[in-house]
């Protein structure tokens, strides 16, 4: 057989094999890359840069702690600094940092251990050292968020990772090492771990991930006359990835570690972020002004203000994740402003009924019906309040059936076998104009002369209810009454 035929004839084999692999799953654990180091400044792109543009990085200086709690040192020798790659020439650096460092434990049954028969390493823990190296933004992050994080936890709300700063650790030759093992947890949300090795001359130190039976060996040796010898070489893999690090036999493997956590990123945080100060958006003031006192803008009757959604959101998609989540612009400055104002914001759907309320009024005053006479839905009808119906998120298909003029809108629009909305038919204080955009809410059958497919649209909006004077009064009697009862169990019980 020629090379090309065995080739042709491996080639079904490898394809079964390649859709095996696919169809279980099992070569998605872990993703690794490089990043060259350069001396110079990056130069700035005449193009306009991709979203993950081929990125350098500067040399790294990592600086730690060299005073300990029994021999403070004297104060211009407390901090050392040794940069990567070494200069030619110099190395003194990297002895000093095996000077303090301390021998590394590994967990084993719930302990800290120090075995040097399975780690031999020194490390420095995250209190004692810092460096310039930032996995962030080099891309790192990014790329692990990309490739790692679709199957990890909740995948709708957990779509950023949080990389954490662990250790440093060195493993020297001719025999640092560290025997298999899985990295111990540190929470539900931690997903993985980042190695990061920097770039100094050493041969060995392979780093081994194995998941289901599968393998992967990422070899960071190098030498000084290595063309590629200055460069940052990074893997992340899942929590689950059993692995080791071969003997170093020769020179220093210094790496960084970080434990990775799925969390939510940007586009998910409306509602929830903890940095977030809503008192201190340019915003705020306006909307807390406005907010002081909206019972007189209702005459006391109470009644609902509403900011209609400026941007396009896919609200009744059904694997999307749900608003507020991922508000954005103004209408999360908006909501977090309601919020941190205590107003209890809502974000629904409205459906408008304008069109039907005005068909409905003419068919009754066609059958010379009086407004203040006829039916529920004729005085309804005419009084033409702001006719708008808020729902719940999701389009909703009727079953199907007659539905006659009359009976239709309790059906269809607020009846528990319906899309079961509610009347917004009080008053109303619309912030802003409704935007023309619309999503497919509610799709049924209407019968005219014949059955014809019909729909309506929503428009997403952000409400506010506020209460009337009469329902305040009412649930500040209720409170009182609640008050009463603690004092009369409390003497009861005294
Ligand atoms: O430094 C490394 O290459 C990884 C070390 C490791 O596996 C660990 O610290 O758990
Ligand atoms: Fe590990």
Known sequence: MSAVEEQLAATPDAFEKLGDILKNQDHLFACSGSVPIRNEPEAVPDQRPGPDEQRTSRPVTIRWDTATANSPTPEQDAC?????????????????????????????????????????????????????????????????????LPSAIDSTTHRSVRAELYKLNVYSGPSGMFKSHVDTPRSTSQFGSLVV????????????????????????ST??????HAQIQWAAFYSDCEHEILEVTKGDRITLTYN???????????????????????????????????????????????????????????SESPLPDTLKGVDAVIWEIFQSLGLQPRIAPFVSLEYELEGLQEWYDEKKIPSD??????????????????????VYKHPGGYLDETTHYQELYIGKDGWGGKYHNESQVWLNERPSNEELQILFTAYGNEAEAAYHYSHCGILVDVPGTSEIEAAEALAEEVKNMRIELQDTSA
């Not at 200069?87 to 301390?102: I, M, S, T, Y």
């Not at 030498?223 to 590629?228: A, G, H, T, V, Y």
């Open 80 to 148: 050392v600094k040794l940069t990567l790659p070494i200069a030619p020439g110099g190395n003194g650096g990297v002895d000093r940092l095996r000077q303090h460092a301390k021998p590394a434990t590994f967990g084993r049954g719930g302990e800290d251990v120090l075995d040097e028969s399975y780690r031999k390493a020194l490390k420095i823990d995250t209190d004692s050292f810092c460096s310039t190296f930032d996995p962030y933004t080099l891309g790192i992050i990014d790329t692990i968020a990309q490739v790692l």
């Open 197 to 220: 090795c920097l770039p100094l001359e050493h041969e060995g130190g392979q780093l081994k991930v194995r998941h289901k039976g599968k393998e992967m060996t990422y070899d960071w």
């Open 223 to 228: 030498r000084q006359s290595d063309p590629n």
């Open 260 to 318: 990775l956590y799925a969390v939510r990123g940007a586009g998910r945080l409306t509602g929830m972020s903890k940095t977030l100060d809503p008192t201190h958006l340019p915003l705020y003031e306006a909307v807390k002004t406005a907010m002081d006192s909206p019972r007189a803008r209702f005459d006391g009757k109470g009644g609902s203000i509403i900011f209609w959604c400026s941007h396009i959101y896919a609200y009744n998609h059904q």
């Open 373 to 394: 006479g006829g039916d529920a839905l004729r005085r309804w009808a005419a009084e033409r309040p702001a006719p708008l119906l808020e729902g719940s998120f999701g």
